[in-house]
């Protein structure tokens, strides 16, 4: 895995990268995000960590740069504040996930190969669960042969749940993949998107199991 690192906190920048490194992760780290968007376009990398405050062109721009030369690199961004303001901005920008600082390493482990793993569904993979089979190159979702007809929003809610089968899905985790300018709602959006999704799915044989606290869990059950 090649991972291009975007922080100009040398220290933070340099312990990220060890601990990424001692796992077999090939890390390259830029203090400044002007050479990135030129770095994308020659380097093969996975995926782009990218801090929001940086000297010079912010990891806003930076990513929009990026993004406007056509590429689908998986971006991470990291943010100083937990200000709803960065993170929408940074998701309506073309982010694919982000990390609010300081986090811990786990964390950071967990969220990266996510994105990959996302990544890799999107270039032509597919998950099964009961008759639910999801396409991850066309994403769109099937029951048995005919299509299940999904809002954008539950489609990305519903893949991101089956590329974590067998594991407990946090509520925060959703909300972030729905989040809008409208964050406020998320919560009760999130609600009522799960209901929407359950009845649909529950056909296939597939439920969603809340645990309480926690978030949520796809599994298969019993068809209705
Ligand atoms: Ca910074």
């Known amino acids: 895995m090649n991972?291009?690192?975007?922080?100009?906190?040398?220290?933070?920048?340099?312990?990220?990268?060890?601990?990424?490194?001692?796992?077999?992760?090939?890390?390259?780290?830029?203090?400044?995000?002007?050479?990135?968007?030129?770095?994308?376009?020659?380097?093969?990398?996975?995926?782009?960590?990218?801090?929001?405050?940086?000297?010079?062109?912010?990891?806003l721009e930076v990513l929009r740069r990026v993004r406007a030369q056509g590429s689908h690199l998986p971006v991470l961004m990291l943010t100083a504040r937990a200000s709803i303001e960065d993170r929408v901005l940074g998701l309506e920008t073309g982010a694919d996930d982000y990390l609010v600082k300081p986090f811990a390493v786990p964390e950071l482990l967990a969220r990266l190969r996510a994105l990959v793993r996302r990544h890799e569904f999107r270039r032509g993979g597919a998950l099964a669960l009961g008759r639910l089979r999801f396409d991850g190159g066309a994403r769109r979702a099937f029951i048995g042969d005919a299509p299940l007809r999904l809002t954008a929003r539950e489609s990305v809610v519903l893949e991101y749940l089956l590329q974590q089968i067998g594991h407990i899905v946090a509520r925060e985790?959703?909300?972030?993949?729905?989040?809008?300018?409208?964050?406020?709602?998320?919560?009760?959006?999130?609600?009522?998107?799960?209901?929407?999704?359950?009845?649909?799915?529950?056909?296939?044989?597939?439920?969603?199991?809340?645990?309480?606290?926690?978030?949520?869990?796809?599994?298969?059950g019993v068809a209705a």
Do not use: F
């Open 3 to 59: 991972i291009l690192l975007v922080e100009d906190d040398a220290a933070l920048a340099q312990a990220t990268a060890e601990v990424l490194r001692a796992r077999g992760w090939r890390v390259d780290v830029s203090a400044a995000g002007e050479p990135v968007p030129r770095s994308v376009r020659q380097d093969d990398y996975d995926v782009l960590v990218l801090d929001i405050g940086l000297p010079g062109i912010d990891g």
């Open 173 to 220: 985790r959703l909300i972030s993949q729905i989040a809008d300018w409208n964050a406020a709602a998320s919560n009760n959006a999130l609600d009522l998107l799960i209901s929407r999704l359950r009845a649909k799915i529950a056909p296939a044989g597939v439920r969603l199991r809340p645990v309480r606290g926690l978030g949520y869990m796809i599994e298969a």
